[in-house]
């Protein structure tokens, strides 16, 4: 089994671009900072670990996650390799994401409703916000 859950920091906002063709395909990059604590002397150290995601998955992140944010995600481990420009031989290991989802609000201004809600109990959105935006069906 393959199986990866984390949660961690951003390093920097995700690093997104489309391949080439007829049907361009969204690929984000991003990196987390993950903590972990060294037992022997209980100091916390973090590991940067390199993900990828794909498709609307990626158009989410574009949109969404920038440097800073507490997310969580799980996926699976890939390896690969490639020759660089120096012919030397480059070994890589990402994380590729399947789901990815806030930890925690950004700052205290997530904190204000967004608006009263209506005598039917649902919340109007605001002008801002379109659909397919949403991270949900």
Same mark, same amino acid.
């Given at each position: 089994?393959?199986?990866?859950? =984390?949660?961690?920091?951003?390093?920097?906002?995700?690093?997104?671009?489309?391949?080439?063709?007829?049907?361009?395909?969204?690929?984000?990059?991003?990196? =987390?900072?993950?903590?972990?604590?060294?037992? !022997?002397?209980?100091?916390?150290?973090?590991?940067? &670990?390199?993900?990828?995601?794909?498709?609307?998955?990626?158009?989410? !992140?574009?949109?969404? =996650?920038?440097?800073?944010?507490?997310?969580? &995600?799980?996926?699976?481990?890939?390896?690969?390799?490639?020759?660089?420009?120096?012919?030397?031989?480059?070994?890589?290991?990402?994380?590729?994401?399947?789901?990815?989802?806030?930890?925690?609000?950004?700052?205290?201004?997530?904190?204000?409703?967004?608006?009263?809600?209506?005598?039917?109990?649902?919340?109007?959105?605001?002008?801002?916000?379109?659909?397919?935006? =949403?991270?949900?069906?």
């Amino acid at each position: 089994m393959n199986k990866v859950i =984390l949660m961690g920091r951003l390093t920097r906002d995700p690093d997104v671009r489309y391949s080439q063709g007829e049907k361009a395909t969204a690929v984000a990059r991003y990196t =987390l900072a993950v903590n972990r604590i060294r037992i !022997a002397d209980r100091e916390q150290q973090a590991d940067f &670990i390199s993900c990828v995601t794909f498709g609307r998955s990626a158009e989410f !992140a574009e949109k969404y =996650l920038r440097q800073g944010m507490k997310i969580a &995600i799980s996926g699976r481990i890939q390896t690969g390799s490639y020759t660089n420009r120096e012919g030397q031989k480059v070994y890589t290991t990402d994380v590729v994401v399947e789901e990815q989802e806030f930890v925690e609000k950004k700052n205290a201004e997530m904190d204000k409703p967004v608006s009263n809600p209506d005598d039917d109990g649902f919340m109007n959105l605001p002008d801002n916000v379109d659909d397919d935006g =949403l991270p949900f069906n």
